[in-house]
C-alpha cells in the first residue's frame, strides 16, 4: 500500500499528533518515513541567492530533525530526514515529487476564519497540487 511517506515536520508539539499516527501506520504497512522540514525565516529564504550562513534557527531546526530521525531509528523504522529551505507548500510539494512517495502525512491545527487564510495555506496547496493521497491529523491541544 505505503512504502515511503513524507513527514511534514513543523518543530512544534504538532509533530507528536502526526508522528503517533504514521509510526503506527509505518509499522503495519512496512513504510520507510521521509521527514521534511521547511526552514522558512528570512536567512532559510534567501540562503542560496544572497549565500549566507546558516542561520541559529537552520542549526536548531537540523538538529530537531535529527533527533527525531534518530528516534524513529532507534524504535525499529527506517526514516531519515530532510531540511528544506524556503516557502513551505512549494518545498513540501517538491519534497514529495522528488523522493516519488506516496503518502504525505501532515498535522492540521483546525484554523478559523482569517486565521485560516494566513496558517491554513500549506495544507491547501499541498492538497490541491498533489496527485497522491494526503493524511491530515488534527495536532492536539495544548495542555
Same mark, same amino acid.
Given at each position: 500500500?505505503? *512504502?515511503? /511517506? !513524507?513527514?511534514? /515536520?513543523?518543530?512544534?508539539?504538532?509533530?507528536?499528533?502526526?508522528?503517533?499516527?504514521?509510526?503506527?501506520?509505518?509499522?503495519? +504497512? #512496512?513504510?520507510?518515513? $521521509?521527514? +521534511?522540514?521547511?526552514?522558512?525565516?528570512?536567512?532559510? *529564504?534567501?540562503?542560496?541567492?544572497?549565500? %549566507?550562513?546558516?542561520?541559529?534557527?537552520?542549526?536548531?531546526?537540523?538538529?530537531? !530533525?535529527?533527533?527525531?530521525?534518530?528516534? !524513529?531509528?532507534?524504535?525499529? $523504522?527506517?526514516? *531519515? #530526514?530532510?531540511?528544506?529551505?524556503?516557502?513551505?507548500?512549494?518545498? %513540501?510539494?517538491?519534497?514529495?515529487?522528488?523522493?516519488?512517495? =506516496?503518502?504525505?502525512?501532515?498535522?492540521?491545527? #483546525?484554523?478559523?476564519?482569517?486565521? =485560516?487564510?494566513?496558517?491554513?495555506?500549506?495544507?491547501? @496547496? +499541498? *492538497?490541491?497540487?498533489?496527485? /497522491?493521497?494526503? $493524511?491530515?491529523? @488534527?495536532?492536539?491541544?495544548?495542555?
Amino acid at each position: 500500500m505505503y *512504502r515511503n /511517506i !513524507l513527514v511534514a /515536520i513543523e518543530h512544534s508539539d504538532a509533530d507528536e499528533t502526526i508522528l503517533q499516527h504514521v509510526e503506527q501506520l509505518a509499522r503495519h +504497512v #512496512g513504510a520507510s518515513l $521521509l521527514l +521534511v522540514h521547511v526552514a522558512d525565516g528570512f536567512a532559510a *529564504r534567501h540562503f542560496e541567492d544572497l549565500g %549566507l550562513r546558516e542561520s541559529e534557527e537552520m542549526r536548531e531546526d537540523r538538529a530537531y !530533525l535529527e533527533g527525531l530521525v534518530a528516534r !524513529l531509528n532507534s524504535a525499529g $523504522l527506517t526514516a *531519515r #530526514g530532510k531540511l528544506a529551505l524556503g516557502d513551505p507548500a512549494t518545498e %513540501l510539494i517538491h519534497a514529495a515529487q522528488s523522493e516519488a512517495v =506516496d503518502l504525505v502525512a501532515m498535522a492540521t491545527h #483546525g484554523h478559523r476564519f482569517f486565521n =485560516d487564510l494566513i496558517r491554513g495555506a500549506t495544507v491547501d @496547496r +499541498v *492538497r490541491h497540487e498533489l496527485r /497522491i493521497p494526503i $493524511l491530515l491529523v @488534527r495536532a492536539a491541544a495544548k495542555k
